[in-house]
T-cell receptor, first 113, second 114 residues
Framework: DQQVKQNSPSLSVQEGRISILNCDYT??????FLWYKKYPAEGPTFLIS?????DKNEDGRFTVFLNKSAKHLSLHIVPSQPGDSAVYFC????????????FGKGTKLSVKP | DVKVTQSSRYLVKRTGEKVFLECVQD?????MFWYRQDPGLGLRLIYF???????EKGDIPEGYSVSREKKERFSLILESASTNQTSMYLC?????????????FGNGTRLTVT
């Protein structure tokens, strides 16, 4: 039973355009959401997060949107760059405990020059 | 900058061998984690630890054990390696002291069991 779902295994985008990565969740207790980026042969690195009391958080080219009623969040990358090509993992937790962190299966983003 | 170091990038072991994967972090984090990453399955939590000598089972603990004798070191043990344990293993550390702070990952150990 997947509590965090990334339904698109892969996404291909042209350089300079917007990349939109989607994530759905089922557990209403989740109160914090994170996105991690992972390059091959490296560990995941933290990208951006959002608390359930907000609906948007922005950091440079990266924006995360949260729609609590739909239990849906998305990561927007504008403009996309070839260096953004990586696997992106959505993650969710509750109660402020890292032991409660649950990851999605990941979406592989390819940004073509 | 937080550094999480995994002792081996690549390991090849035979079925039935006892395997030790080592992880060290340098930020005095109380929490440490072991995940495995498999294609199409994402990151799955094997074990984690909130403190020295403490351990908690994650989602897929079967066939694994852990040891945390010192705060900075967290070891994953495969008691008798099997081919279905061929995977990328990722160690992470973090703290609950700063609410919702992110995990910091090592670069992973690619284990092949033949």
């Amino acid at each position: 039973d997947q509590q965090v779902k990334q339904n698109s295994p892969s996404l291909s985008v042209q350089e300079g355009r917007i990349s939109i990565l989607n994530c759905d969740y089922t557990n209403s207790m989740f109160d914090y959401f994170l996105w991690y980026k992972k390059y091959p042969a490296e560990g995941p690195t933290f990208l951006i997060s959002i608390s359930s009391i907000k609906d948007k958080n922005e950091d440079g080219r990266f924006t995360v949107f949260l729609n609590k009623s739909a239990k849906h969040l998305s990561l927007h990358i504008v403009p996309s760059q070839p260096g953004d090509s990586a696997v992106y993992f959505c993650a969710a937790s509750w109660g402020g405990s890292q032991g409660n962190l649950i990851f999605g299966k990941g979406t592989k983003l390819s940004v073509k020059p | 900058d937080v550094k999480v170091t995994q002792s081996s990038r690549y390991l090849v072991k035979r079925t039935g061998e006892k395997v030790f994967l080592e992880c060290v972090q340098d930020m005095d984090h109380e929490n440490m984690f072991w995940y495995r990453q498999d294609p199409g399955l994402g990151l799955r939590l094997i074990y984690f630890s909130y403190d020295v000598k403490m351990k908690e089972k994650g989602d897929i603990p079967e066939g694994y054990s852990v040891s945390r004798e010192k705060k900075e070191r967290f070891s994953l043990i495969l008691e008798s390696a099997s081919t279905n344990q061929t995977s990328m293993y990722l160690c992470a550390s973090g703290t609950d002291g700063s609410y919702n702070s992110p995990l910091h990952f090592g670069n992973g150990t690619r284990l092949t069991v033949t």
